[in-house]
């Protein structure tokens, strides 16, 4: 019985977006084969996915470098949202300041800080890990601040014991803020991956998914450009399973129904 | 019984500010509890008897008054960690397991990792739950966890306990085997202890006084001597002294509720 609802429970959730995806993938790849389209317009899903197997090895590197930006990116912003909002939650006013302003700054797009920041980093991983951690932040911080900010009833036990800032931060504020910080990574991490490509599409270092992209696009070849992006996806796909992971692992003290 | 002071609350009033103007809970409130003496304080809903415990515990100021714990301020009382707090829920640290939950106090008080184990584990073993110990909060029932808090409550041996309502969400059958379990504890530990409840026997049944609560402001309209023969056990129950004091502490409870509330 217990086997059988598990079984129910993976079919009913992964068969939605299994067969979404088969639908997309057909009527594309129908689409493609029925109007006779040129493979530099719109490649068709097979040949994409061919080009992604053969060019694997070159794909695999140069995704590995992108994946190295984001997440330096990424963990910077992390740190940064960590160290800003544990100085400033427990200040009402100012957390407050800093949260209407990173409101503000997730609307900042890409583009816009490219320039700035090859200014003072130039062209290169430097640059694209500062645009990474700038795009980051806004989003992680108020997860994270949201998280630090959050009262239950166990701060009047930590009053009660006349428990000091220090251990109040380590035994209650930080480990009570992990769903937080997991769902901000859950958030962030996929849109590191685009930040990065993006900068890389606008000038980075050669050997990355984003150059290679801007190299392939302009020399109009569109496959190999498809097969670039099908490696952004996977890359993004597997950083977002990699951050459930971790989040699964911190959550272990929650009971298995939540 | 000693003759120092367990707590003491002198002319204590608490007046809350609401969207809708002043709202007076507590209301000149002069209360005495020797050291060592168990009291439970019993009144109508909304009667200002939990703002009462945390005045007692400095986690509300009073408006007008003062309150000593353990012979100090409340105030200096928290610092110096002369009482422990037993929350209606059992507020374990959901991340944390038994013995860290209870030896968490230890943890605040800086010491080390050793002797807060021996601790805890001493503290566990008294409310039965040994075995139990690397579990975390979720994976027991809401009477094993709140076992849990009051070990936790026991580790720092405070002179003073402060009980809000820790068995008010427990069955009845839970909730007599804890009221057993705590008499017991009681015989070793020696505390003085401030309960809170909406049970008219649990407070008959623990107490050497029950002090009963008018309804809204909580004014002190009764504060009854119990005597049962000690030790407290199930045949307590059946004692003529204790359905005596039950019919007194419902005569006054019922006169409390038909009260008008201000």
């Excluded at chain 1, 399973?241 to 939540?258: E, H, N, Q, T």
């Excluded at chain 2, 939990?50 to 301020?73: C, E, I, W």
């Excluded at chain 2, 307590?236 to 419902?250: D, E, G, K, Y």
Aim: proline fraction near 5%.
């Amino acid at each position: 019985m217990k086997k059988e609802s598990k079984l129910i429970f993976w079919v009913t959730r992964l068969a939605p977006p299994i067969l979404t995806f088969s639908v997309f993938i057909a009527i594309w790849e129908s689409y493609v084969y029925f109007k006779d389209i040129s493979v530099i317009l719109l490649p068709s899903p097979h040949k994409v996915a061919g080009e992604f197997v053969s060019n694997f090895w070159q794909l695999n590197k140069f995704a590995r470098n992108t994946l190295f930006e984001a997440a330096i990116g990424l963990f910077a912003a992390t740190l940064l949202s960590l160290v800003i909002a544990g100085s400033t939650y427990s200040s009402r006013k100012l957390s407050g300041i800093l949260e209407n302003y990173s409101a503000l700054a997730k609307a900042l797009p890409t583009v816009a800080i490219y320039p700035i920041c090859t200014v003072f980093f130039g062209i290169g991983t430097k640059a694209i890990v500062a645009i990474v951690t700038i795009g980051i932040f806004p989003i992680m911080f108020l997860y994270v601040l949201r998280g630090f900010a959050g009262v239950s009833e166990h701060d009047a036990l930590m009053e009660s014991l006349s428990a000091g800032k220090k251990h109040r931060f380590v035994d209650l504020v930080l480990p009570r803020s992990v769903s937080y910080l997991m769902a901000g990574l859950r958030a962030s991490a996929p849109t590191a991956i685009i930040i990065t490509i993006v900068a890389e599409y606008f000038g980075g270092e050669v050997r990355t998914l984003g150059a290679y992209i801007r190299r392939e696009s302009s020399n109009l070849h569109t496959l190999e450009m498809w097969g670039a992006i099908l490696a952004a996806c996977v890359l993004g796909l597997a950083v977002f399973g990699c951050v459930s992971l971790i989040d699964r692992y911190f959550s272990k003290w929650r009971p298995a129904s939540d | 019984m000693s003759n120092e002071i367990g707590l003491e609350a002198i002319g204590v009033s608490k007046i809350f500010d609401t969207p809708t103007g002043t709202l007076l809970a507590v209301d000149d409130v002069n209360l005495k509890v020797p050291a060592g003496e168990f009291i439970s304080v019993i009144g109508p809903s909304g009667c200002g008897k939990s703002t009462l415990l945390r005045m007692f515990a400095d986690l509300d100021s009073p408006t007008t008054g003062s309150l000593n714990v353990a012979n100090l301020p409340s105030s200096e009382a928290r610092i110096q960690r002369k009482y422990a707090f037993v929350f209606q829920a059992p507020t374990l640290l959901p991340w944390k397991s038994v013995l860290k939950n209870v030896a968490l106090p230890l943890k605040i008080m800086g010491k080390g990792k050793e002797e807060r184990e021996k601790v805890a584990k001493e503290m566990i073993h008294l409310v039965g739950l040994e075995g139990f110990e690397n579990r975390l909060p979720w994976q027991l029932s809401g009477g094993m966890q709140q076992r849990v808090s009051i070990a936790r409550a026991l580790t720092v041996r405070p002179p003073v306990l402060l009980m809000d309502e820790p068995f008010g969400a427990l069955d009845e059958i839970t909730r007599d085997r804890m009221n057993q379990e705590l008499v017991n504890l009681r015989a070793t530990q020696h505390q003085t202890v401030m309960f809170i409840t909406h049970s008219i026997s649990e407070a008959v049944f623990l107490s050497d006084r029950v002090v009963v609560m008018s309804a809204r402001p909580g004014r002190i309209i009764a504060d009854i001597e119990i005597d049962l023969p000690e030790p407290r056990t199930a045949e307590s129950r059946l004692h003529p002294n204790f359905s005596a004091h039950v019919t007194a502490i419902r005569g006054y409870l019922v006169d409390a509720y038909n009260a008008p509330q201000k």
